[in-house]
């Protein structure tokens, strides 16, 4: 294990908090008994069809690597091939009777090697959300504006975004909402407000609703509203980007700026709009193995950590959406739990037979950054996903983040047009 550990332990996770107990990540790795229950839900061994890419192989190749028995230099471009397939989906997981975390090992991995998935210029403009967030905020309100005033669109026919490493501009500009309104006037046509008066709730909104969907932001907050005088966080980073992208040690910075900040609320219930974000807070003390005094801080926040579906009341009258509906299982690291199960029972008591239930191994979108990356398997994989929408003729499909959305949107409109993806909270917004 020396060579895994080599370049900077710090860097590393010491133990993971799996579903069965805190593991050291090698011991993680190690309980893989190769039973190969997990294969048939891997996306990507689908489309690879080779046993190195299946959620089994990754683990055998990381203990192999941990052991010292795999040369890093050597086999680096597989290596790299194995990681950057890998959705981080999480279907493995719940496939898996232990509970392996292999996409957890993937990502344990990738910041052992280094790894940097995204393309260089939009790495350095996201990690700006937590290094710089006024800065980031500037640079991605820019952006829009260009985009409103067509500049993007003339980068586009220019072939300057077909240059190595800016291809993802247009992506970006195809999944992207055509209408970006600024949150603070958005939510002052509603007659929504970011600040409260003695609040009861403090609301961390993700990316998307602070940036991108504004309507999302509106929806939780209208949805708050209910029972709570909520107060908005803006320009405040998770941690989540340095977690999945990059730094463990930037990650660990911002979630300690993040929880000395909630302490000054008096330990406010902090809601979160996004699956991929609360997962992540949930889990925030296993940043902190081996630091007794923040691992004990980061147990009491998680707590304080909720999901949009926990202020969703049980509706009783039906909204004006298209029927059938299901939910997409489209999260990282994890595809069970509070979330999944709190918007299924919502869902299923609201549009009760026209509810579609699928399985997990049904249907899954990659995650967003992961198409950005990984063009042609993010296409394959979120082919799966229409597909199936389409055999169960489903017309709105909710999910548990906003990326997800606009991702499946994105497909949808070219795949399958008579269906539609939306945040599970619109429901009530
Ligand atoms: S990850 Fe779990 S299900 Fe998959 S091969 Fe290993 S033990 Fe079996
Ligand atoms: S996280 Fe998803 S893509 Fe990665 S090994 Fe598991 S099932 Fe396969």
């Known amino acids: ?230 107060l908005v966080w803006r320009n405040q980073s998770s941690g989540l980007f340095e977690y999945v992208y990059g730094d463990l040690r930037k990650s660990r910075l911002a979630v300690r700026r993040l929880i000395r900040r909630h302490e000054q609320t008096g330990n406010l219930p902090l809601l979160t709009d996004s699956a991929d974000v609360f997962i992540f807070l949930r889990r925030a003390a296993q940043l902190f193995s081996g630091n007794k005094r923040w691992e004990e801080k980061a147990r009491c926040f998680s707590r304080r950590v909720l999901f949009a579906t926990d202020i969703m009341p049980q509706k009783s009258s039906v909204p004006d959406i298209k029927i059938p509906v299901r939910l997409d299982y489209s999260a990282l690291f994890c595809r069970e739990g509070e979330p999944f199960e709190r918007a299924q029972k919502i869902l299923k008591t609201l549009f009760k037979k026209n509810f579609v239930e699928c399985l997990y191994t049904d249907a899954d979108t990659p995650a967003f950054g992961y198409g950005f990356v990984r063009r042609n398997l993010a296409q394959e994989t979120a082919l799966q996903t229409v597909r199936s929408i389409a055999q169960t003729q489903a017309a709105t499909v909710f999910t548990l983040s906003g990326l997800s959305a606009l991702e499946l949107n994105y497909w949808l409109k070219r795949f399958y047009p008579a269906a539609q993806a939306d945040h599970v909270i619109s429901l009530h917004g």
């Not at 895994?4 to 908090?17: C, D, I, V, W």
């Not at 975390?101 to 990690?127: D, F, G, M, V």
């Open 1 to 230: 294990m020396v060579d895994f550990y080599f370049s900077n332990p710090h860097k590393l996770l010491r133990a993971l908090h799996t579903e069965l107990g805190e593991r050291a990540v090698y011991d993680s790795v190690a309980h893989c008994t190769r039973c190969g229950c997990c294969q048939q839900a891997c996306p990507s061994l689908l489309i690879k069809k080779q046993e190195t890419f299946s959620p089994r192989g990754r683990n055998q190749m990381i203990r192999l690597l941990m052991e010292g028995k795999l040369n890093t230099r050597a086999h680096r471009l597989l290596l790299e091939e194995v990681i950057n397939s890998c959705t981080l989906c999480g279907r493995c997981i719940q496939a898996c009777a232990g509970k392996i975390p292999t996409a957890e090992h993937i990502l344990e991995l990738r910041r052992r090697l280094n790894l940097r998935a995204l393309p260089a210029p939009l790495h350095r403009l996201l990690a700006l959300r937590t290094s710089s967030p006024v800065w980031f905020s500037r640079l991605v309100r820019a952006a829009l504006l260009a985009r409103r005033t067509g500049i993007v669109k003339l980068l586009r026919l220019t072939g300057i975004t077909r240059m190595k490493g800016l291809s993802w501009i247009n992506r970006a500009d195809d999944l992207l909402p055509a209408q970006t309104p600024e949150l603070k006037k958005y939510l002052l046509n509603q007659k929504l407000s970011l600040e409260s008066h003695n609040p009861t709730l403090v609301y961390l909104p993700s990316m998307e609703a602070e940036f991108l969907m504004p309507r999302l932001a509106a929806d939780v907050l209208k949805t708050a509203a209910k029972k709570h005088r909520t």
